[in-house]
């Protein structure tokens, strides 16, 4: 099961997660997103546990509890949506309509 923990001190490391979802069950994989251009946390990660009991214990352990000062928000992941190509970024001159 994946499991997204939100508001996560931005010193936190993918070491922290493993080791504080690591006593509720295996973790398979933990992981910090960071910025890809700062390479500095962006405050979330996912956590990837192969036995679904444990991991829901995990969350329902560890939702809103403090971890390193902060209140953590722990759910199952939710499946990456799917966009229909192209650029997330809008607003280009070509999008107006009479800029010539």
């Known amino acids: 099961m994946r499991i997204y923990v939100g ?3 931005y ?3 993918s070491d922290d997660l493993n080791e504080l979802f690591g006593a509720y069950g295996e973790v398979s ?3 910090v ?3 890809r251009d700062t390479g500095r946390s962006r405050g979330f990660g996912f956590v990837e546990m192969a036995n679904e009991a444990e991991a829901k214990a995990a969350i329902a352990a560890l939702d809103q509890s403090q971890h390193m000062g ?3 928000k ?3 992941a939710r ?3 799917e966009h229909s190509g192209g650029s997330r970024r809008g607003g280009g001159r ?3 309509q009479g800029w010539w």
Do not use: F, P
Request: charged share 35%.
């Open 29 to 31: 994989e933990a992981t």
């Open 74 to 76: 722990v759910n199952e």
């Open 79 to 81: 499946a990456r949506r």
């Open 94 to 96: 070509g999008d107006r």
């Open 70 to 72: 902060r209140t953590l």
């Open 7 to 9: 508001n996560l001190s």
């Open 11 to 13: 010193q936190a490391t």
């Open 33 to 35: 997103v960071t910025d």
